[in-house]
């Protein structure tokens, strides 16, 4: 358990079964970190923690993932590792550090070890984590610190709210002033969220400047499989997932 902002409320009525390890002593791994070739953030970090840490433009979307992230009291406590670790299709941080490419690190006694956080994630509230890792760092390589980024997300409410769904986006344009590199990412409409390779791939070499959402069809989220639940259908999501893809690169290309 580490801010315990998934943990409890999962447990309803009932005390917590069996042996629970608290690992909020272990400062080793709280905050973030610049190295050669990677940003560290720690798996305990908080969402408070990424909001205000000074971090390059790259780090936008999380940025404000983090700002939506429940209310001020949870992005106090909760912490990075624990959305990804409890990963639900719905967890903010997903898309914003898919698009960044991030890694995780997984600690055991026996050995450490990397995996791509889109291979981490393995299905609804399912990660390759084994029992006897904690996750001791979400890794962003520091190949895009320059690039713009944005995170859109639609609940049912302005805050605090279960996202319907949610889209980062990251734009690296090149010395012209056109798209070098595009990365999209949904959330809340598949078991887990979603890069939009086709879509990234069709960006490259357009021009980086506003009206750049025309170029995003329907099919280019085709990857998507939403559902229909109490909080929108997935006609509903679908569609405004479109419209939020769209929003995400204008915000991108409109913001420099
Ligand atoms: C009122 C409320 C509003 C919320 N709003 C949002 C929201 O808007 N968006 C959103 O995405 N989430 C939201 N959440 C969910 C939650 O706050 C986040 O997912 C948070 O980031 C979880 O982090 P935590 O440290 O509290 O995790 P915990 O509850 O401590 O742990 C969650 C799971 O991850 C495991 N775990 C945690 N850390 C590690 C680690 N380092 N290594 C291995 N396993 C670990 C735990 O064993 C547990 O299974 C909300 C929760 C509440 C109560």
Same mark, same amino acid.
């Given at each position: @358990?580490?801010?315990?902002? /998934?943990?409890?409320?999962? &447990?309803?009525? %009932?005390?917590?079964?069996?042996?629970?390890?608290?690992?909020?002593? #272990? %400062?080793?791994?709280?905050?973030?970190?610049?190295?050669?070739?990677?940003?560290? $953030?720690?798996?305990?970090?908080?969402?408070?923690?990424?909001?205000?840490?000074?971090?390059?433009?790259?780090?936008?979307?999380?940025?404000?993932?983090?700002?939506? $992230?429940?209310?001020?009291?949870?992005?106090? !406590?909760?912490?990075? *590792?624990?959305?990804?670790?409890?990963?639900?299709?719905? *967890?903010?941080?997903?898309?914003?550090?898919?698009?960044?490419?991030?890694?995780?690190?997984?600690?055991?006694?026996?050995?450490?070890?990397?995996?791509?956080?889109?291979?981490? $994630? +393995?299905?609804? !509230?399912?990660?390759?984590?084994?029992?006897?890792?904690? #996750?001791? *760092?979400?890794?962003?390589?520091?190949? @895009? /610190?320059?690039?713009?980024? +944005?995170?859109?997300?639609?609940?049912?409410?302005?805050?605090?709210?279960?996202?319907?769904?949610?889209?980062?986006?990251?734009?690296?344009?090149?010395?012209?002033?056109?798209?070098?590199? +595009?990365?999209?990412?949904?959330?809340?409409?598949?078991?887990?969220? #979603? %890069? &939009?390779?086709?879509?990234?791939?069709?960006?490259?070499?357009?021009?980086?400047?506003?009206?750049?959402?025309?170029?995003?069809?329907?099919?280019? #989220?085709?990857?998507?499989?939403?559902?229909?639940?109490?909080?929108?259908?997935?006609?509903?999501?679908?569609?405004?997932?479109?419209?939020?893809?769209? %929003?995400?690169?204008?915000?991108?290309?409109?913001?420099?």
């Amino acid at each position: @358990m580490a801010g315990g902002t /998934d943990f409890y409320p999962a &447990l309803g009525e %009932r005390l917590p079964q069996g042996t629970v390890v608290d690992i909020t002593a #272990l %400062r080793e791994i709280r905050g973030i970190a610049v190295e050669t070739d990677y940003f560290r $953030i720690g798996g305990l970090t908080t969402w408070t923690e990424v909001i205000r840490t000074p971090l390059p433009l790259c780090f936008d979307a999380l940025k404000a993932a983090a700002r939506e $992230i429940g209310s001020v009291q949870i992005q106090n !406590r909760g912490t990075v *590792a624990g959305n990804l670790c409890n990963a639900s299709p719905a *967890a903010d941080g997903v898309p914003p550090l898919l698009a960044l490419d991030a890694l995780v690190e997984l600690t055991s006694k026996a050995a450490v070890r990397r995996v791509p956080l889109g291979q981490f $994630i +393995a299905g609804n !509230r399912r990660t390759v984590r084994r029992p006897d890792e904690i #996750l001791s *760092a979400v890794l962003v390589p520091r190949t @895009m /610190d320059r690039a713009a980024s +944005a995170f859109v997300k639609l609940g049912a409410r302005r805050y605090l709210v279960i996202s319907i769904s949610t889209v980062a986006a990251l734009v690296a344009r090149d010395q012209s002033g056109r798209v070098q590199t +595009a990365r999209v990412a949904v959330g809340s409409c598949s078991v887990s969220a #979603l %890069r &939009l390779y086709d879509l990234e791939s069709a960006l490259v070499g357009l021009p980086a400047q506003p009206g750049i959402g025309k170029a995003v069809s329907e099919d280019h #989220l085709s990857v998507l499989s939403p559902i229909g639940d109490v909080r929108a259908t997935a006609d509903y999501r679908r569609d405004a997932s479109l419209t939020l893809v769209r %929003r995400a690169l204008e915000a991108c290309v409109g913001s420099s």
